[in-house]
């Protein structure tokens, strides 16, 4: 019974890791479209260090035949390299997809067992040990000489096509696409990106009146909440929760540009809410006949916890002021060294 429950349950994340794969082509042609063959390899780079990363942990040492069958190490590596600057180096995208699946996956075991977005840890992972790469000035987030179609680009509106930002953002219709196409399949719901947008905006609002430059685009914010955020195991089952976490999302990342944060602000605010998506689980979690409903005591104990999550963003904020943020970094990669050693 628990192999056949187990089987099913492999064989669900690998379709919904299909269709994944799938609602990025548009984002794949975009990129490929601007850029030629340098952000496709960039995404093949982390794709190769995400599978080559499971191949050597889970398969070799761990000595699990099954890791590869659900296709999370091409989803992760994919996802990771779309997250990237388009010229980011070569090797540096192979160690954000190799980090992202082997600190954000291949620790806890299986897919489902994750606690961490490992898409987010690849990208913390590059701005910790390689912080001139995604810098703003760097020059791995554009390059005319190989700009494909700069004419038609200068001549369309940046919800079209752009050739500024991560991979991922450098055309929001793309995005949308991807993202019409995981509803239309039942992948992801509207819950999380749309509760995660109109805290956004709403704080794009605020940070204009407080005049507050934010730097982190609009691509960026709508890639992040379609094809980051709604992570299957990192982010909570149910309506309630969901909406709850997009919430907490927005406003984390709102308080962390307050705050002068900016490349970090979302990569802190979804690591913060994840370790907290079990607790919203159990708080928010339909009643026996199925129904969602939020009671009294629901509300108390969400806001409680939006409370402790808060206080966590300005614990973290002058952490980062502090200079401390990588250390913690450190103090993961111990801890993630030690479990896979007591897991192999």
Avoid: C
Wanted: aromatic share 14%; hydrophobic share 55%.
């Amino acid at each position: 019974m628990f192999r056949s429950k187990r089987r099913e349950l492999q064989e669900n994340i690998a379709k919904t890791n299909i269709d994944i794969l799938i609602s990025l082509i548009p984002m794949l042609l975009v990129a490929f479209l601007v850029y030629q063959v340098t952000p496709i390899l960039v995404i093949l780079s982390a794709v190769i260090g995400s599978e080559l990363a499971e191949v050597i942990f889970s398969l070799l040492i761990q000595r699990k035949k099954d890791t590869l069958k659900d296709f999370s190490g091409i989803v992760i590596g994919a996802l990771t390299g779309l997250v990237l600057a388009p010229f980011t180096p070569i090797y540096v995208a192979a160690f954000a997809g190799a980090m992202a699946t082997l600190f954000g996956k291949t620790i806890y075991g299986e897919t489902e067992k994750k606690i961490f977005n490992p898409v987010i840890l690849g990208k913390l992972f590059v701005l910790t040990f390689f912080p001139a790469v995604l810098a703003s000035n760097s020059a791995a987030w554009a390059n005319p000489e190989v700009l494909n179609i700069s004419e038609s680009i200068s001549g369309l509106p940046s919800l079209i096509l752009t050739d500024r930002g991560i991979i991922g953002e450098l055309s929001i219709i793309a995005i949308v696409l991807g993202g019409i196409y995981l509803i239309f399949r039942s992948k992801i719901t509207w819950h999380i990106p749309v509760s995660f947008f109109v805290t956004i905006f709403f704080g794009f609002y605020i940070a204009s009146n407080q005049n507050i430059n934010v730097t982190t685009s609009l691509g960026e914010v709508i890639f992040m909440g379609v094809f980051v955020l709604t992570d299957t195991f990192t982010t909570p089952q149910h309506g309630f929760g969901k909406v709850f976490f997009g919430f907490l999302a927005g406003a984390s990342t709102i308080i962390f540009w307050f705050m002068g944060i900016q490349a970090e602000a979302i990569v802190y605010s979804v690591l913060i809410l994840n370790p907290f998506t079990r607790p919203i689980n159990t708080i928010y979690k339909p009643n026996v006949f199925g129904v969602e409903t939020v009671s009294f005591a629901e509300i108390i104990q969400g806001l409680g916890l939006a409370i402790l999550i808060i206080a966590l963003v300005f614990v973290v904020s002058y952490l980062h002021t502090l200079g401390f943020v990588p250390y913690i970094v450190y103090i993961y990669i111990v801890y993630g060294i030690w479990r896979l050693y007591n897991n192999r």
